[in-house]
């Protein structure tokens, strides 16, 4: 990409921090509209933008230690599932029996 520094180089003037995020491969006019209504406008936005929260999806959990409320990373077999009715659009659940 134009403008940016090459690798291990520091830039004298941070302006690649400052240029649009329409102008960062992959990011046609869709997402960069996306972004715009999330502020994140410059490329250094996105790089202070933060998760809304950190899943920790490296460690599993044994299905006997689950504390109700508590997300979690489960390894099973699905036995059943079912949708759970939900308000709105995508605000349903899903329910599944693991073995």
Not at 46 to 51: A, C, D, F, G, Y
């Amino acid at each position: 990409m134009a403008g940016l520094p090459a690798a291990g180089a520091v830039p004298r003037e941070p302006s690649w921090l400052l240029a649009p995020v329409e102008g960062l491969p992959g990011v046609g006019p869709r997402l960069a509209a996306r972004l715009h209504r999330l502020g994140l406008r410059r490329t250094f936005d996105l790089l202070l933008h933060r998760p809304l929260r950190y899943e920790d999806r490296t460690r599993l959990h044994p299905l006997d230690r689950l504390l109700p409320g508590k997300e979690v990373l489960v390894q099973g077999v699905v036995a059943a599932a079912r949708a759970l009715p939900g308000r709105g659009r995508g605000r349903g659940g899903l329910q599944v029996l693991l073995e």
